[in-house]
Nanobody
Framework: EMQLVESGGGAVQSGGSLRLSCEAS????????MAWFRRVPGSGREGVAG???????NYADSVKGRFTISQDKARSTVYLQMNSLKPEDTAMYYC????????????????????WGQGIQVIVSS
């Protein structure tokens, strides 16, 4: 069974940067999507960024140009580099994964993903 462990969260001032890491363990196969979601209290999880096994990336409009998702296959780790952080980026961030059968953009739909990390807090103060 796939397990996902997030790290790298914390508190930062507006305009600052953080890098989240998600280390995956367990077998998922050669084709997959991995993504980052976030949730603020009282809301559902919002898709932030996704990357497939070929390196094709996808971003929410709210983070384009500020966040970058990448992967290190040798380390089974996906990263989310977050720059120019804003107070509205404050949320619990979750790593998610799903095995796929064909290449293409990872749709950032919560219901598509079967494996989830525990979540990690990001706080951006103004």
């Amino acid at each position: 069974e796939m397990q996902l462990v997030e790290s790298g969260g914390g508190a930062v001032q507006s305009g600052g940067s953080l890098r989240l890491s998600c280390e995956a363990s367990g077998h998922m196969g050669s084709r997959y999507c991995m993504a980052w979601f976030r949730r603020v209290p009282g809301s559902g999880r919002e898709g932030v960024a996704g990357i497939d096994s070929d390196g094709i990336t996808n971003y929410a409009d709210s983070v384009k140009g500020r966040f970058t998702i990448s992967q290190d296959k040798a380390r089974s780790t996906v990263y989310l580099q977050m720059n120019s952080l804003k107070p509205e980026d404050t949320a619990m961030y979750y790593c998610a994964a799903v095995a796929t059968t064909s290449p293409g953009v990872c749709l950032l739909w919560e219901t598509l993903f079967g494996f989830w990390g525990q979540g990690i807090q990001v706080i951006v103060s103004s």
